[in-house]
């Protein structure tokens, strides 16, 4: 199916199953422990051996020998294989540096070896026997000294990546209302729950890796790069994942050292990350430099907005890039953006959750919010003066596809008691605490991607979807089966849904906000043609034939979906051209209350509430769930989350949760989610956008403007923790 047009009525405009809250299918088996995740699938294949992963000690030069002798005699070891002893691998998509082989070394904890044993305790005792020697070379490691000379960036056309809308340096020295600030953000980590996992067998020139990956068709052609084999010969299961956040989005060391290690073992080799290795040896997000400029008139109306951004990487491209929003948000005929990209002997940093987008949310809604308090107006006023017509104010070629933020800052205010807010800050006190409010709007992309399905009959009123989709905590499983249900006329307990396997119709995958709208319209498409099909089958015209119930009526007659037997149709959907002519978008206006005790400084979030404008929510139960996690992870980035470089050897330290701090259930008391009735015709047949990364957009800058309202203090360098504010906090009595 072809998607060449916005949609118009369709049968999710009456629906009986898509857009109800519906418990997760996926729910009792996760609860029960009876969902495996890939380390756990101990039945798939017989005699797994255990693989434990080396990685360097230092973060550049060369290996100049490697001893492995007594780790290849220790107790139960079957193979031990040497990155000096393998010739290195290729790169696949977004690998930015080296996944094993050869003696050079990129970055701090790159995979130099891996001990294969018939136990995970003999493999890991093994490797501390393995003795290293290396030629350490000088590195780049410190990102805020290398920022000030880095080139700019490259666009995906090879383009510096630097564009201008009217004259900002003129207007900016015209306006009589400045802003003029630099936000910084640090790397982060993905801090998932499952590690990078794999077990991977040989069965002649084949291979199956049961791995934890986002996007299967992406990582089976990348295994074929890689190893240099025909990608036809790759599979890929994955059916649970416990978190990506794009962490897993591309195929990372895990799964190539097993498959290495399973071939030189002549046997199945599992394979799981230690955490330290998650955050030095595959990716994590970079960290931001960020500088706003903004002038407005004594109206409010902005005149001259200028967004320059700096990130790093291992490969001097693709960096985080902290503007993606500004030209979207709010309007301005004079405006600026740039993005620098530094070269750092790190380990490389990639897709996070919103990429570019959560970060530049940081900056970008605090400085509204400066800018609010320096024209003595309400900060959510001030947002809605600035709201932009029918184009995109930084891409004036582009219309909008639906937008409804005003909608959701007005309607958040009221649902958050914003009225009850005191302007001048530090002025509200609750016991020893100060207490204070923030606004945020937020923004992020909703785009759509091919993708396919293949759904039978099984003969007896049942319906079978199977896709390479994943499910990564999203409730994949569940909107997929809703689809079908509802494009079918069955009852959801008719539907049984088999994802993550490559050996399936390749769907979107998970990732970038595009796996509910695109894997969804994909199912949908798939059925429309079953539909045909059955008809074609039973004897009438499938298109126009009412499927309820698990009937059929058509041509004056019902039918038994039974009757149609068993058939199989596999379909997807393509979308056209005509999308390029809008920005097919998400918004959301975030509120949030902190209080600060006013002799500790302690910080902490009392309530938040995001308002979302995402389209048609397919299931309400499961998007909350996504919004509320993404609330915690940007309650997480700014106020405790960071990667702490060591910039003389060029590592991140505190890399385990032990140092690593993420929100627990105590630093989240009060969360709340609404979503517009909104639906978007230009997004897919279902008018459904995605909302897993919508949430964390803006989150953390309406804390940050919250904590400001309490005490007094601007903090611009990110995450706002006690010793960057404490000693200019107010002094009270």
């Not at 700019?152 to 383009?159: F, M, N, S, T, Y």
């Not at 293949?454 to 997929?480: A, F, H, K, W």
């Not at 299931?619 to 992870?633: C, E, H, K």
């Not at 009735?677 to 957009?697: F, H, N, R």
């Amino acid at each position: 199916m072809e998607f060449n047009a916005p949609a118009g009525r369709n049968l999710f405009d009456a629906s009986k199953v898509v857009g109800k809250s519906t418990p997760r299918i996926d729910g009792p088996l996760k609860t029960t422990g009876q969902a495996p995740y890939a380390y756990e699938r101990h039945d798939v294949v017989a005699n797994q051996a255990y693989g434990y992963i080396v990685g360097s000690a230092i973060a550049k030069g060369r290996i100049s020998a490697m001893d492995a002798e007594a780790a290849r005699a220790a107790p139960g070891v079957i193979a031990v294989i040497l990155a000096t002893e393998t010739k290195p691998v290729g790169k696949g998509m977004s690998n930015y540096a080296p996944l094993f082989g050869g003696s050079d070394i990129a970055h701090y904890h790159q995979a130099i070896a891996c001990v294969v044993a018939e136990t995970f305790e003999q493999a890991r005792s093994a490797a501390a026997l393995i003795r290293t020697s290396y030629d350490r070379s000088a590195g780049r490691f410190d990102f805020p000294k290398l920022a000030p000379e880095a080139p700019l960036a490259k666009d995906e056309e090879g383009k510096p990546d630097r564009q201008t809308v009217g004259d900002f340096d003129s207007a900016f020295a015209a306006a009589e209302v400045k802003i003029d600030a630099t936000y910084t953000t640090p790397d982060e980590s993905h801090a998932m729950m499952e590690p990078h996992a794999t077990i991977a067998a040989w069965d002649g020139d084949k291979l199956t890796l049961w791995t934890s990956n986002q996007m299967i068709n992406w990582g089976k052609e990348s295994m074929g790069k890689i190893l240099g084999m025909d990608p036809k010969n790759i599979r890929l299961d994955s059916p649970y994942i416990g978190g990506g956040f794009g962490g897993k989005l591309f195929i990372r060391a895990d799964a190539v050292v097993a498959a290495l290690a399973a071939k030189q073992a002549k046997r199945p080799v599992k394979i799981a990350l230690q955490r330290p290795l998650m955050a030095n040896n595959t990716t994590h997000r970079h960290a931001t430099i960020q500088r706003l400029r903004i002038g407005a008139g004594r109206d409010g109306r902005i005149t001259a907005l200028a967004h320059e951004n700096w990130s790093g990487n291992i490969n001097g491209k693709e960096g985080e890039n902290g503007t993606l929003q500004t030209p979207v948000l709010y309007a301005g005929a004079n405006r600026l953006i740039a993005n620098y990209i530094a070269t750092l002997d790190l380990p490389e940093g990639n897709a996070m959750r919103a990429p570019g987008e959560a970060v530049g949310h940081l900056a970008l809604e605090v400085a509204m919010d400066e800018l609010a308090e320096k024209l003595g107006m309400d900060p959510i006023e001030l947002r809605i003066r600035n709201e932009p017509k029918s184009t995109v104010p930084g891409k004036p070629e582009k219309r909008f596809s639906d937008r409804n933020l005003v909608r959701c800052l007005r309607e958040g205010s009221t649902r958050f008691g914003w009225d009850r807010r005191k302007a001048k800050p530090g002025s509200v006190r609750d016991g020893q605490w100060l207490v204070g409010m923030g606004v945020a709007a937020g923004y992020r992309a909703a785009p759509a991607n091919k993708s396919a399905a293949r759904v039978r009959l099984d003969g007896n009123g049942g319906v079978i979807v199977e896709t390479d989709m994943t499910d990564i905590g999203t409730g994949s499983y569940t909107i997929i089966a809703q689809t079908a249900a509802e494009t079918l006329g069955v009852p959801l307990e008719k539907v049984k849904v088999t994802l993550g396997d490559s050996d399936h119709p390749a769907a979107a995958g998970s990732g970038g906000q595009w796996g509910a709208a695109s894997s969804t319209a994909g199912v949908y498409a798939a059925c429309v043609t079953l539909r045909q099909k059955i008809g074609q089958t039973l004897g009438f015209d499938g298109d126009k034939a009412e499927f309820a119930g698990g009937k059929i009526k058509a041509n004056g007659k019902s039918f038994d979906l039974a009757e149609a037997g068993k058939l199989s149709v596999d379909g997807g959907i393509e979308f056209g051209k005509f999308k390029d002519d809008y920005d097919v978008g998400t918004y959301a206006a975030h509120f949030a209350e902190v209080a600060v005790n006013a002799y500790t400084g302690e910080a902490r979030i009392r309530r938040m509430l995001a308002v979302c404008d995402a389209g048609r929510i397919l299931n309400p139960l499961s998007a909350r769930s996504q919004v509320i996690g993404a609330m915690v992870m940007a309650a997480g980035a700014a106020m405790m989350e960071e990667l702490v470089v060591d910039t003389r050897f060029g590592f991140f330290v505190n890399h385990d949760l032990a140092g690593y701090e993420v929100p627990v259930h105590a630093d989240i008391p009060a969360q709340d989610v609404v979503f517009l009735d909104t639906l978007d015709p230009i997004i897919s047949p279902l008018k459904a956008k995605g909302v897993g990364e919508l949430g964390i957009c803006g989150v953390g800058a309406a804390i940050a403007n919250a904590m400001y309202n309490a005490t007094g203090v601007r903090v611009r360098e990110y995450p706002i923790t006690l010793d960057k504010y404490f000693e200019r906090m107010p002094m009270l009595t």
